[in-house]
Nanobody, 128 residues
């Protein structure tokens, strides 16, 4: 059984930092892409960052480039999202997904393919 679990969300002031952790189990990571997505109230889910497990592709949304960094942990089943210089616009529920079906642009619509696995999300709130 595949499980994807996010942690590390919380309340932070504008300009602060948070690190989200995603731990997945029950699958062979070779060939998967790990992705972080977010959805704010009243907005569509959007791709934040994706990382092919082989490391050959890393994607960042324009809105987070230079501020967020995705990386693999030393434990093979863990991926992090380091978020710096946070803005109120970053406030959203953040989801981690293990993706066997995804394009090169970390598109949320493709990530919703039933072949992919999602966590339950972790809330990030950035106060002004």
């Amino acid at each position: 059984q595949v499980q994807v679990v996010e942690s590390g969300g919380g309340l932070v002031q504008e300009g602060g930092s948070l690190t989200l952790t995603c731990t997945a189990s029950g699958l062979n990571f070779d060939g998967y892409t790990m992705g972080w997505f977010r959805q704010a109230p009243g907005k569509e889910r959007e791709g934040v960052s994706c990382l092919k497990w082989s490391g050959e592709l890393t994607y960042y949304a324009e809105s987070v480039k230079g501020r967020f960094n995705i990386s693999r942990g030393t434990a093979k089943n863990t991926v992090f999202l380091q978020m710096n210089s946070l803005k109120p616009d970053d406030t959203a529920m953040y989801y981690c997904a293990a993706l066997v079906s995804i394009d090169d642009y970390c598109s949320a619509w493709q990530a919703l393919d039933p072949a992919n696995y999602w966590g339950q999300g972790t809330q990030v709130t950035v106060s002004a």
